[in-house]
């Protein structure tokens, strides 16, 4: 079994910052993409910032020169620092990884964190 556990959220001034965490454990054989998604109440899910592994990543235009996404393959770990934080980043956030489990035979599935509130409020 797999599990993705988010960490970091709170309560932000507008203009301020805040780094998400999400740790990846269980049988793992590898972790291909791993990334962060939002969701406003009544709307659907957004990608926010994806890293395929290898360097290669890519942002929402909406967060571009504000956002760095980045990972610990060690850990197995992806990270979300988050700057210059606006009121309409204040939503839950999420993390995503495809991850190929350490079964025989190897098994690949896409997971999801619990979800992490982000508030950004004066």
């Known amino acids: 079994q797999v599990q993705l556990v988010e960490s970091g959220g709170g309560l932000v001034q507008p203009g301020g910052s805040l780094r998400l965490s999400c740790a990846a454990s269980?049988?793992?054989?590898?972790?291909?993409?791993m990334a962060w998604y939002r969701q406003a109440p009544g709307k659907q899910r957004e990608l926010v910032a994806v890293?395929?592994?290898?360097?290669?990543?890519n942002y929402a235009d909406s967060v571009k020169g504000r956002f760095t996404i980045s990972r610990d393959n060690a850990k197995n770990t992806v990270y979300l620092q988050m700057n210059s934080l606006k009121p309409e980043d204040a939503v839950v956030y999420y993390c995503?990884?495809?991850?190929?489990?350490?079964?025989?035979?190897?098994?690949?599935?896409?997971?999801w964190g619990q979800g992490i509130q982000v508030t950004v409020s004066s």
């Open positions: 995503y990884a495809r991850i190929t489990e350490d079964t025989m035979p190897l098994a690949t599935y896409d997971y």
């Open positions: 269980g049988s793992i054989y590898k972790i291909d993409a």
């Open positions: 890293d395929f592994n290898g360097g290669r990543t």
